[in-house]
């Protein structure tokens, strides 16, 4: 390959997980935005929501084949299943503990996190699961871009998810509540915002967010597996982060840009993929140390 | 109201953890040697108790599982043709959760409850720190999976490896590399102590074979994107590429390659070996090679134990399972030649074997305890299950 | 505030358990009865007990010298550490290159490993410590998988393989590499570990915490500089973990990166958490708990994970302060 073939394959390798972290890391974002918490059982959603795909997919083969119809509807299904999870995840363990010290909520957070690593690890007894679809692989060119329809369409299905997403922060209501239950909750209490209400609307929305990543990833690398979820989370974190945590858009944006940074950065001489996560952490301290705020975060006065 | 409701609830709690604490501190006992007293059986003369090191929870606990099941059927066995020198062998298992510091703990419990020896071994860095402790306690230890070259300079001459070593197994892929007339390769592990092992065995004897090592890399776990290192792979454009580490992600590795139109030889390590790869590598895994341990499904010999096995548990035995049932008749043979249960003598008669014949060929040691011949074989995916390729 | 809450705990079973245990041991004469009492029995332990018995409880005591090492950064100062075992790794990393590779004694290699840890210590903390407190956390996390990957894919420090054959300790001309050397070793460490918490928890730095942690505006207008007196906490913690990281490599003769995982930062912040941050013997109970229950629960195999975090899970919603807290309560701020 000339070095022109390998930065065109790796910037779309970088967009493409890439945007797999931010879909993840929106999840992170909008947890932290509104009740100001790491949502550690995030990445297990993520996980979680791969396997209810893998397990709808199992269903719907016999009617409707397991092609792009049927990962069509497993998705849809799955992201309402796992959102409502997260629901029940957020009125069980959260929302008691909203009043609590901050360090038990993280403490639940953890808790909830183990327990559904747990009980998939159990239920898989540890093993790999092929994610089985009837798609094939042909590749074609584009350019000197080598290119498969999966990951075209994977592509063009989280860039179609985000903009949705924005739509439904930016236009609605509910959208509306979210921001400003972020800004400052009591005053929304008082102004007769259901704060409960939108922190269980956030939380569906994550974790369907979180779901659609997880299926996705099944669909293109074929396997899923319960620790799947740990790595990708520490990433989408760091996503979060870079883009600014609590904003959305930052979210996306951390997640694209952190992708990339990944992609190019095992390119540079010494830097192997060995080091790519090492590359990657280093990297989120600079940026705290340097742009604590992430790039689209304002400056706040209030420490915490 | 509400209090009423939460105090029971943390009254409940209270007696749960407990009962996790006390309830479940007394059943390990374990049997003892002589036990004359209730149902013991006539034709026995005493118990004697084997301990079995394996990770049967964790990571890993498909293997160690399998491991334990064969290791089962075979003191079963032995049992039913009358024990080793009139004693009833009893088992108790040791579980390293394929985590060094947990394998400390277990093998304090084995020796704790004084086996006699103990059979086992599957991670490689799990049963490292292992064996200076069976070695102070003077219990033999026959390892029946674990291969990394580092557990020979640990050794303190208690443990004897009846899998062939990593530098075995690197010769065994140099050799079907260069039948394939393959001149460079790329090596990926995942890290693991047993998987660097082997890559860096794989290197040293390819390269001294007089070919290159073109792109080297590594692959974390949890990791579901290759991209990088494929995208590296596809760039130096090797011959083939060898894979030294589990099946998990060496199918991941196989697709993403195909899928990117690598379209050189694919070959993986003994950890890949597992049936599972085939699954999940899917129509990818096609045409891969894998370096295998004696799987037993191509052993004339072992065709009694798989349908033992199939008899008494409900799935196929896996890669080590016939390396464990080995292990075990290994160390009972042992036992009836040193004509005690005394450790030393064990030992010595350990490494005195001479064409003690297993159902996965003949096993004698080295000086160093370790196997004295190479068991691998080239197995080849085809039609979504392994076949002999040789 | 904090006292309503302490109050309305006084109707729970556990509120009066607990409400009990700070009668009888505000107490001295009690209190000291039952230490001397729980010493002797200690003391004694190891000459009538199993080698897993003996093995389990050196895991302990080395568990609550961790674990209070965390709680003067989680319990003390109240900062969230999620990369805890990190800081375990350099002080066990230190010994073994020292140890294994350039053949020093062991007991010279300690305050190479706390120098190591206080510049660890220093590099995370002083930048990080002057922003809002989740950012240490996510620092702290970050953190902990640099060091592991690094030492990981490091010459010197054995990449995955890790060290071996790093050197016993020797004490009084003894080699100490039996079992029962290691339980009296870790639970001399863990009673000076003990001594040194009560001592800090007292001093005027200790209090210069409980004052940052309860209100932090109001510190810092009092005069003390919190940056700075949070970087104590996080060195001096950084530093318990780094000496006990020592002794654990010590201990194993042979380390590697999977000892210092992710999960193992999380159990000894559970641990912290769960006994009750701040309160010292609240501490050690809850390094009792996660290092007692998933060893004895062994049998019930892959199911007391899930027990264990379903208990967590309940214990956390009906008593966030933890089983046995500090009495003045936890600020709700981080």
Known sequence: MTSWE?????????????????????????????????????????????????IILGFLNPYVGNEWLGIIIA????????????????????????????????????????????????????????????????????????????????????????????????????????????LDRDTCQLMGVNVYMIIAITFFVGSALAAAAGIMAGVYYGTVHFFMGFLIGLKAFTAAVIGGIGIIPGAMLGGLLLGLLEAFGTQIPFIGSSWRDVFTFVFLILFLIFKPNGLLGRIESERM | ??????????????????????????????????????????????????????????????????????????????????????????????????????????????????????????????????????????????????????LIDENPGWAFMINSTGDAQAAKAVEWFESLDVDTIALVDDGSAFSVDLKDQSKMQWEAAGHSVVAEDRVETGTQDFSAVVTNIMAANPDAVYWTAYQGLGALLIRQLRQDGYEGVIMVGDGSSAPELLDLAQAEGEGVYCTAPPVVDFLPAAQNFISGYNDSYPREPGAYAGLMYDATYLLVDAIERAGSFDGEAIKDALAATDGFEGITGPVGFTPQNTLNRSNFVILVGEDGRWALAE | MAEIKNNSQKNTPVGMIVEQLYLFFDNKVPRYLVMSAMTAFLIYLPLSSSRFTQEIMANLFFYVVVCLGLNIIVGFAGLLH?????????????????????????????????????????????????????????????????????????????????????????????????????????????????????????????????????????????????????????????????????????????????????????????????????????????????????????????????????????LMLYRPQGIWPERQGISTKL
């Open chain 2, 1 to 150: 109201m509400f209090k009423l409701k939460s105090s029971w609830i943390l009254m409940l709690v209270l007696v749960l953890f407990a009962f996790s604490l006390f309830g479940c501190g007394g059943d390990s006992a374990g049997p003892v040697d002589e036990t004359p007293d209730g149902e013991a059986e006539g034709e026995f003369e005493g118990q004697v108790l084997f301990g079995i090191m394996v990770p049967v929870t964790g990571s890993e606990a498909a293997d160690g599982i399998d491991m334990e099941n064969a290791g089962l059927l075979a003191v079963e066995e032995i049992n039913a043709a009358g024990g080793v020198l009139g004693y009833e062998i009893v088992t108790t298992t040791g579980d390293d959760e394929c985590d060094p510091s947990k394998a400390t703990a277990a093998a304090s419990k084995l020796i704790s409850e004084e086996v006699v020896a103990v059979i086992g071994g599957y991670c490689s860095g799990a049963t490292l720190p292992t064996l200076a402790l069976y070695g102070d306690a003077g219990i033999p230890f026959v390892i029946a999976a674990a291969n990394a070259t580092s």
């Open chain 1, 6 to 54: 390998i930065f065109l394959q790796q910037l779309f390798n970088g967009l493409l997980v890439g945007s797999f972290y931010g879909l993840v890391a929106i999840g992170y974002s909008m947890v932290y935005g509104i009740i100001k918490l790491l949502n550690f059982a995030h990445a297990d959603i993520y996980m979680c929501g791969a396997f209810s795909g893998l």
């Open chain 3, 82 to 314: 999620l990369g805890y075992a990190a800081f375990f790794a350099v002080g066990a990393y230190t010994t073994g290159i020292l140890s294994s590779v350039y053949g020093v004694n062991f007991w010279l290699t300690l305050p190479f490993s706390i120098i190591a840890a206080v510049i660890a210590g220093l590099a995370i903390g002083a930048p990080t410590l002057r922003l809002r407190g989740d950012y240490l956390a996510i620092v702290t996390l970050g953190f902990g998988e640099i060091i592991r990957l690094t030492v990981r894919n490091l010459e010197i420090t054995g990449g995955a393989i890790g060290l071996i054959g790093i050197q016993r300790p020797v004490l009084f001309g003894v080699v100490l590499n039996q079992i029962t050397h290691f339980y009296y070793l870790f639970f001399i460490l863990a009673i000076i570990a003990i001594f040194v918490s009560y001592r800090l928890h007292d001093s005027r730095l200790g209090r210069a915490w409980e004052y940052i942690r309860e209100d932090e505006d109001a510190a810092s207008a009092m005069g003390i500089n919190v940056v700075s007196t949070r970087l104590y906490a996080f060195i001096i913690g950084s530093a318990f973990g780094a000496l006990a990281g020592s002794l654990y490599a010590a201990k194993m003769t042979a380390i590697s990166p999977e000892s210092f995982m992710f999960i193992h930062s999380v159990m000894i912040l559970l641990a912290v958490v769960l006994g009750g941050m701040g309160k010292i013997p609240g501490v050690i109970l809850g390094a009792v708990i996660v290092t007692l229950i998933p060893e004895l629960s062994r049998d019930i195999g892959q199911f007391r994970l899930i027990i264990f975090a379903v208990l967590l899970l309940i």
């Open chain 1, 75 to 182: 998705l849809l299904l799955s992201m309402v299943l796992v959102g409502l999870l997260g629901v029940v995840i957020q009125r069980v363990a959260y929302r008691p503990m909203l009043k609590a010290p901050r360090l038990s909520i993280l403490i639940t957070a953890l808790a909830v996190s183990m327990i559904l690593y747990n009980t998939v690890l159990l239920m898989t007894q540890g093993q790999y699961k092929p994610f089985t679809t009837g798609l094939t692989h042909e590749s074609f060119y584009i350019g000197a871009l080598r290119m498969t329809e999966t990951r075209m369409v994977l592509l063009l299905a989280a860039l179609v998810l985000m903009f949705l997403l924005h739509m439904f922060i930016t236009r609605t209501m509910y959208g509306k509540a979210m921001r400003a239950i972020a």
